[in-house]
């Protein structure tokens, strides 16, 4: 990939797995754990990766691991992934990388999501919305982002495994 030199890959893996009743980072999906899964897309596209686990404030949800990367960053913009899903293609973000601008999401049926890539330059505004308590991952892309628009027939790429029912189905899919 042309812009690996100034690009990371961030996997956040730092929620508390409620719905699923356990970590959803190292149950297995056919034959690697989610995270794994993820990290297969990083190496895909030949980006160095980080997981990250712990955010510097805790209890922020997504807005703080974006918070927690971009101050962390070596690299001047960040691929933000997710532990959680299995489907996920390079080709996909290949796509969005074709976008030019410091905020780049994917869309798909409505809501934007992960993937996607922030530049270390937004750290400002992510301290901000923190600040004031602006914790809305969909209110900032529509705010700061390039969207993507993912055609229905790749919605299940981004598809995120919450539940039982949802690692069931996943595990199923790739039987």
Known sequence: MDKKVSIEAVILAGGKSRRMGQDKAVLRVGKRTLIDHSRRVAEELELPCRVIKVDYQAGFGPI????TALRGSKMRQVLFLCCDMPFLSAGLVKKLFALEGDALFVEADGRVGFPFSLTTDLLPVVEQRLESGELSL?????DYGQILPVPESDWFQL????TPEQLAAARARLQ
């Open 64 to 67: 703080g691991g974006i918070q």
């Open 138 to 142: 969909q209110r900032f892309a529509r």
């Open 159 to 162: 598809t995120n495994i919450n």
